[in-house]
């Protein structure tokens, strides 16, 4: 049977508003998953104060000459999701947040900010591991050994909350090549793993994500984080 | 970047940008307005030629031309508005993008060609170059790249190391340079993978990895060399703009793409469009290929000028040809050419230039004095090591560190290197060097953890067999290091962790609480109080 031109045309186009019909949904999809070890589930563990370790955070532009670094920016996205995940934390789930081990000072004992730096390349060796098989957070198979302990956190700290994202803003010729052909939106996507202080394992994995512009959807930052967290478990209210 | 590389977070070193090798603008001087008006016709003149009635009914005045009117445009200018109206609009729009294709593999008359001699090597600096917006937005971004390393703890703190490393570094840099943007910082990044790379602001990193892996100052000096030519030859920059022109083009072609009309030039448009990104991949690959082999034969001089021994260069890709935890992959293209061309070109080009062979004598006291300067930072990268799981490169290293200096801290790591090995073999087999084997490694390491993969080769006779000899031998040198000389306390904590893997639970707690007791401001001590705490309760 012969097809004419344009019922091919209509098809291709047709599959190709299928599949990005398809991809939108997986893409968006992670919204709602989160991964909680048993003991949080059995509420064996109940996280009270936690410590957020600087956030990694980072942004590009994406232009129709190519992506092109926004250091900058992502500097200040990092420092934002960071408050922003200590507030939520603190608002909806009563936790308290502590202040990390150290800060570069540049001067004197370089250790404890060696200490920080090698568990958070600790953490990103993990975090492909996770994301491979995300649900295995619920049986506990990933930890990250006790050496959490060389951080000497307060001793009241119950967990060590990790944070990376990636995020893309799209330039005024990109939004529009991207309506006209297709593409990837802009967006911002994180990967939150919270790991139990004493023991290193992790307790929650989640990762939370927007579409629009990374650097100014600053409401829909907030709901994606509150949507992240919605099954943590809320500690008591202190009196 | 050197093979091997981690790519560094930040536009100017993460984000492609590669210059092209193949030869500029072939094809785009024949390829004219004129031919690209020429192309849809030739499908008709085959129809018409053997009378075969065209498939398509709005095609039927085709017949009424045959083929010495194509190419006289002029002479039939109703023929050629026919044709542009209706028809080949869309094969000139997938013509254009061709052209694009073409131009942008002009590789800005700056990138060597392959087979250009070797002795041609460009001058060292780009006299020419003048800074653009785009260069200056990426110029900014390096000074951010440089702040945040030195903020999230990767920057070594070793002053004594980042000395030497400047020493030699301004050794290297011809006397009065003085280069427009460009202020010279020479760091060592605690990585325990062999790298080093440069921003254009002229900030040049070596890993620990790297410092360890070389020999001697030479081999130290060849690496920083050819670093200091990406900054001084600005090929961050040029690559940057070659990129911005391609991915330009695939921008262009994509929306063409999108939009190509049905039939064969729809399709023959289709197909170029699916096409050509993958070519102007393989260019950006291609471009950097050609800086870095630039790179590599500017390195030389640079060496010869400052009186290092030029044939480290070849020696030290031979060192970094060792794939000691056989994770080079060799992947479809890469950015850098093979190691085995860089030897090959490398010693072509010495045999040309080099009037000088270092005695052995001369480089093992280089060597001699190369190890005494950088012993803690080879220390510090075994610790690195370790924690990212490089085992096999933790125990070659602390081996090469014990046979130049056998002290109790050098015998306490390797100790700590056997230990952690666990039931791993100690070298990747030739079967594990295929690539095939590489990239399933590569898969497993993705999916398992380090703890998974353990007790997975415990399961094995092999896995059982390598454990028992790496405790063994562990234990050994421990014991070593608690008796030489100053011994460090950390053995204690070692020889209580190896302990309490055997299952002596007794012995455990009291290398700990040795530990303990000598080293009481320990980091440390609080884990492994607790897990005193945790033995005593079994």
Redesign the interface.
Known sequence: MRLN??V??FRLRALILVLATVLLIGFTSPIHAQFLHPKIKSKETTIRTVVVL?AKV?V?RDS?????????ES?EMSMRVEKMIAEVLSKQKNVTTLSPPSA?S?QGD??P??????F???FD??L??IM??RSDVKKG???MG??V??L?LEKSTDAIVFIRGEGKKLTGGKTA?TL???GVPAYLRLQIGIVDA?NGDVLLYTDPIFGGDPTTAVDRLRKALEKGFKKLPAAQATR | MLPGAIQCTGEDTSVNRRVIGSSPNRGAKDFTWESAHRLPNLFEVNWSRTRRKPKKPHLDYLEKFDESHICRRSTVPEFHLLMFSQKATSSIVGALCFCLVLTSFCPLGMAQKKTAPVEATPPPVREDFKFGNIDLEILEQSELLDTKLERDGLVLQDEAANAYVRRIGQSLVPKGLELERVSWRFRVLRDPQPNAFALPNGSIYITTGLIFLVDNESQLAAIIAHELTHVMRRHTYVQNRSNRKKFLTMNIMAAVGAYAPGGIAGAVIIVATTVAPFILMATVFGYSRDLEREADLKGVDMMISAEYSPEEMVNVMKLLDKDIEGENIRLFYNDHSSLDERIKYLSSYLGARSDRVTHQMELNRERAAYFKTMESVMRHDLQLSISAGRFRSAVFHAQRLVDFHADSENLFWLAEAYRTLGPRSPQVTAKELTNSAKKDAAKKRQKRTLEEEERELLETPAGKDNWQRHQQKAEELYLRALNAENPVPAAHRGLGMLYEKLGRANDATSEYEKYIVLAPSAIDRERIKRRIEALRRT
């Open positions: 031109n344009s091919v045309v600087p980072n590009v129709m000459k190519g992506p092109e670094g926004m250091a900058a500097g570069a540049g370089s250790q900010n060696y200490n920080v730096a090698d958070q390349t600790k060796d993990l492909p591991k491979k098989k198979r990933f930890t006790d050496e302990l060389n000497n090549f006209l052909v297709g004493r």
